[in-house]
């Protein structure tokens, strides 16, 4: 994307959310308002799209890069230090724009899903999840990795955000660029032969959303667009579609970024973390907002 085409989409956001329901303040101070902020090694992760927290390695998060970059995921350390590159094999990087950690069909193995969901022109018959289980360090060989494709109902859409729901192996997908962002879903167990259909399930009043994360217990939900970040808290007994579409948002405070495309709580559930593209801004930062 480019400073041009971003500076009319930060401008169609602003005009798009206020027309939108008003989000609650209940929640709003359970982060820290101000973030620490970590710099990132410059040069090396110019056009970050997703984030998400190792489970396998302390201190770590992985993150993918969009199209136009090789089929690899970075790690970066908490220190912001990139810690290395591991490559997929046996597949491309069409436009991946999010990662997700979660369960998957082995009990007990912490799985990356990574999101070929970019769409820019909604022209895309076919969508991708790349699901394999994470390494446990840089030198581990890449085991097999599941290619679940997927259709949305109604036909094709731009998406970035993506959720794992560690409760139930739900996959479920926020659209990004509608006035009112639509949230679909791929109920578990996802189809590794056959193309499998994501189902709207209903709107969200958000726009320009760019990625998602749910707290390793599922307890706790973000959604971030170009200029904010919403909270959700979800309850026992709710599904992702029932907490998201039947609750209003909490709008957090927020640092806003240059391009901030990637969230993500952290492994022990303290915070989360944004990253963003480096587009044209002099330095990218690691952002920790801890919870209170």
């Known amino acids: 994307m480019t400073s041009t085409q971003l500076i009319g989409l930060l401008i169609l956001s602003a005009t798009l959310l206020d027309c939108s329901p008003p989000v609650k303040e209940s929640f709003r101070d359970q982060f820290v308002p ?21 489970q396998t390695i302390a201190g770590h998060f992985w993150v993918n890069e969009d199209s136009g970059n090789p089929a690899q995921l970075n790690l970066l350390a908490t220190n912001g230090t990139l810690a290395g590159r591991i490559p997929i094999p046996g597949i491309s ?20 899903y990574i999101g070929d969901i970019g769409d820019n022109q909604s022209q895309n018959e076919m969508n991708y999840v790349f699901r394999l289980a994470e390494p446990k360090s840089l030198s581990e060989a890449v085991g097999p990795v599941d290619r679940i494709s997927f259709r949305y109902a109604d036909g094709a859409r731009d998406a970035e955000a993506l959720l794992v729901d560690p409760q139930s ?54 959604l971030k667009t170009y200029l904010g970040v919403y909270y959700w808290r979800r309850y026992t007994g709710e599904s992702i579609g029932d907490c998201l579409l039947k609750t209003t948002p909490t709008q957090l405070n927020y640092l806003l970024e240059p391009q901030g495309e990637a969230i993500a709580f952290d492994q022990s559930d303290s915070g989360f973390y944004t990253l963003s593209e480096r587009s044209n801004a002099p330095a990218v930062t690691l952002n920790y907002y801890k919870h209170r």
């Open 34 to 54: 101000i973030p620490q902020r970590i710099p990132v090694e410059p040069g090396l992760l110019d056009e970050a799209s997703g984030l998400a927290a190792s």
């Open 93 to 112: 990087n069409r436009d991946w724009e999010e990662i997700a950690i979660g369960p998957g069909p082995q009990a007990g193995v912490s799985y990356l």
């Open 169 to 222: 192996n739900d996959i479920w997908i926020v659209t990004k660029g509608e006035a009112r962002v639509r949230l679909y879903h791929l109920p578990y167990p996802q189809s590794v032969s056959t193309v499998n259909t994501a189902t709207f399930m209903g709107d969200l009043p958000l726009t320009m959303v760019t990625a998602g994360s749910i707290s390793p217990k599922g307890e706790e939900i973000l």
